[in-house]
């Protein structure tokens, strides 16, 4: 890279000192374009003199400037950002009949412009050619491991938002025990239903047994057998218990227990 950019400056400077050759003046042809189109411009100025340095150059209805040629500064300041007179300028310098050529800065000049392409940049031989230096060849430094735990986590852009979670305004919510979109456990019908079943009445042993009134919502406990660790359903157990229904709950015409007065005696056997 720095080899192409060596070359491209070297032939750049021999081209801007061929174009400084080619002038038909001391002053630069762009800066004789600016002045000409400035003086086309004075031809519809008004000048009014106060016989020392100031001239008063009105232009149009409106417009009106004060022209120092002494100071060399106008109002319009056009005069002093470029280095060309401006119009109002050349209408004074007219005025005076004086040539604006001569109030043009020095920058524009050739002498001025040879003198930044005064250095050459010379050749250069192919690189196998060059000297073999006698000096150690320089090599990165070694990598040190920084103190600290390092960071795992990237570094946010500073539009992102740094603070909080992200919201799920505009998120799909699935609810899984039907698998619908779009609402949540309060907005199902089927955990709806099974919560008002629970509500209504006390469970039988049959009701757990056949899975109704899943939609309770507190957690159903384990069962545990009186006589091993293993965890059983109490919808398996069978034969005498020792307990009379006093509630009157029968499922297919016989006496059944609740739930409740299973969990009771389960209770005392531990005890």
């Known amino acids: ?15 801007m000192r061929d174009f400084c050759n080619t002038w038909i003046s001391d002053i630069s042809p762009m800066a004789l374009k600016v002045l000409q189109e400035n003086t086309s411009k004075s031809i519809k100025c008004v000048v009014h003199w106060n016989s020392q340095y100031n001239y008063e150059v009105k232009e149009g209805h409106t417009s009106k400037h004060i ?21 109002h300028v050349v209408a004074a310098i007219h005025f005076k009949k004086l040539e604006p050529v001569n109030y043009i800065a ?5 002498e001025t412009y040879m003198k930044t392409y005064i250095h050459f940049l010379q050749h250069v031989q192919n690189m196998e050619m060059w000297p073999q230096s006698q000096h150690p060849s320089v090599i990165p430094p070694e990598v040190r ?31 899984n025990n039907c698998h619908a979109k779009g609402h949540n456990k309060k907005g199902c019908q089927k955990a709806t239903q099974g919560t008002a079943r629970s509500a209504g009445g006390a469970k039988s042993s ?4 056949t899975g109704i009134g899943r939609g309770t919502p507190y957690k159903r406990p384990r069962m545990v057998a009186w006589m091993s660790t293993v965890p059983i359903n109490s919808a398996v157990v069978t034969g005498d218990i020792g307990h009379k229904s006093r509630t009157g709950v029968k499922w297919k015409g016989k006496e059944a227990i609740t739930l409740r007065n299973l969990q009771h005696i389960q209770a005392k056997k531990r005890m």
């Open 1 to 15: 890279m720095l080899e192409e950019i060596r070359v491209k400056m070297m032939i750049r400077i021999a081209q």
């Open 67 to 87: 022209v120092n040629l002494n100071k060399l500064t106008c109002t319009c300041r056009a005069w002093m950002l470029k280095g060309i007179p401006c119009a």
């Open 106 to 110: 020095y920058w524009y000049h050739r």
């Open 145 to 175: 491991v920084m103190l600290g735990r390092p960071k795992k986590v990237r570094r946010k852009e500073p539009t992102e938002n740094k603070i909080g979670k992200l919201s799920k305004r505009g998120t799909q919510i699935t609810y």
């Open 206 to 209: 049959s009701d757990i047994a």
